[in-house]
């Protein structure tokens, strides 16, 4: 999950999302899923976009299981 903009690829937003509920409770709704590139050999799939959030929260299974690690 990330909130900043820039570091994703081709951010489509017209589809219905649901919402996520951070860790000080407020519920906030995902804005787009999208890939981002954490570097040119590493594209990160299905990155939520959501606002109010202020970290980028990574999940080290999912990248494990993307790359058959």
Request: aromatic share 12%; net charge negative.
């Amino acid at each position: 999950m990330t909130e900043n903009k820039d570091i994703l690829s081709s951010l489509a937003s017209n589809f219905f999302y649901p919402s996520v509920t951070l860790a000080d409770g407020f519920i906030s709704s995902v804005q787009g899923i999208d890939v981002a590139n954490a570097t040119s050999s590493l594209p990160l799939p299905y990155v939520l976009y959501v606002l109010n959030f202020s970290f980028h929260l990574l999940s080290i299974s999912k990248i494990t299981r993307s790359l058959n690690c």
